[in-house]
């Protein structure tokens, strides 16, 4: 099996480079409306951003900046196939403006904007981001009223275009081999991730990896595991250093990026060299992981109903029998004048 990963180094304003109705899945992270450090590219995209936050009226520079990535949900209208699923990690900012403290609810803004395009919103997630110091207070130290709760969680908000689900023709492989076990599905739909693991992979240059604001390869390699089939397209509009092409190639999904800063291309270099190992160790580490479930469930004495097609392991149910995870092969370039791209070989993982 193949998968292709391309990617444009342009403004996700307008994604010319991808067709109508081609995309089964986005998963992605916009840069925060009111977190400082995306203050001068929101106004590049728009110089009444800079007008708003330089008079103060950050509501106003709020409005303008959700403005911008509006017009990038749009094209997802425009991409997607009905029934798509569309991921959007956002966390809240807080922010003083003219010595006023308030948040600016990002998540809310969002999920008003999708809305309006027609697109369900589903159930979403939280998750805690993993913090080694001990809490920071803000506001007054321990006097009452005046302190405000830190805000240490993102969200996940999850939408699904169009009104119907996507049909599958019965008993598809690409479906069946794709399935999770029955313990992940408990782990990852659950509405709290507390136990997504900060982003590992070393960036070399610091720089670099304070301006591309990675997130942690768990949290698109689940979301893409949870909401797309081997053969599906993931799009990340705001790909960063590919996290999410990254984690489309482990899983064994297409995948389709575009960015403005040329350089994180540079870093994904890097990464795209490490697929092979990473895919494999993804891989056995999920299954480590199912016999140590498999281990604690008989020792409660609970039974198991089905044996596993593909892997000497039982399973719960009956649709988990076909599932078959992938490891990258190997990995060439593919080019084009407009992007950049990667084809990877995929082939069933092995285990020694
Ligand atoms: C929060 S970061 C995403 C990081 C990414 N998830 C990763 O793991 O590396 C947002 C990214 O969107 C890019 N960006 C912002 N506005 C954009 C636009 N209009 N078109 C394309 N890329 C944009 C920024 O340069 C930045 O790299």
């Known amino acids: 099996m193949e998968t292709t990963h391309r990617v444009f180094v342009g403004d996700a304003r307008d994604l010319s480079g991808i067709e109508d109705d081609t995309v089964e899945l986005v998963v992605t992270s916009p840069p925060y409306p009111m977190i400082e450090m995306w203050d001068d590219l929101f106004t590049d995209l728009d110089p009444a951003v800079g007008d708003a936050l330089e008079s103060g009226d950050g509501r106003r520079a709020f409005e303008a900046m959700h403005a911008q990535l509006d017009r990038v949900w749009d094209e997802l209208e425009r991409v997607l196939v009905d029934g798509a699923i569309a991921c959007i990690n956002v966390g809240d900012a807080t922010r003083s403006i003219d010595d006023s403290f308030r948040v600016y609810p990002n998540h809310a803004r969002v999920l008003e904007a999708f809305e309006s395009r027609g697109f369900d919103p589903l ?21 009452p009223p005046n302190a405000y709760v830190t805000l240490e969680h993102e969200y996940v908000l999850i939408f699904r275009k169009g009104g119907e689900k996507r049909d599958f023709e019965p008993k598809a492989d690409r479906r069946y081999e794709a399935a999770y076990f029955w313990e992940e599905r408990n782990q990852w739909f659950s509405d709290v991730w507390t136990d997504v693991r900060g982003e590992l992979q070393v960036l ?39 996290t999410t092409s990254l984690a489309a190639m482990c899983a064994g999904r297409n995948s389709v ?32 992981r199912h016999r140590e479930f498999v281990d604690r469930r008989r020792k409660e004495e609970k039974e198991f109903g089905y044996e596993a097609d593909h892997y000497e392991t039982p399973v719960v149910t009956k649709m988990e029998r ?25 082939v069933p993982l092995t285990l020694e």
């Open 123 to 143: 159930p979403d997630v939280l998750w805690r981001k993993p913090t080694n110091s001990a809490a920071k207070f803000m506001g007054s130290g321990t006097l």
């Open 204 to 242: 070399e240059d610091d720089e670099l990896r304070d301006r591309s604001a990675a997130y942690p390869f768990e949290i698109p390699y689940r979301l893409i595991c949870m909401y797309s089939a081997y053969g599906d397209t993931v799009l990340d509009p705001f790909w960063g250093t590919g």
């Open 257 to 288: 990026g575009y960015e403005l800063e040329s350089e994180f291309l540079e870093v994904f270099e890097d990464r795209v060299a490490a697929a092979p190992d990473l895919s494999r160790s993804v891989g056995r580490a999920r299954l480590e």
């Open 322 to 346: 076909g599932l078959q995870f992938r490891e990258v092969a190997g990995i060439d370039r593919l080019d084009d004048d407009e992007s950049t791209g990667y084809l990877a070989e995929h």
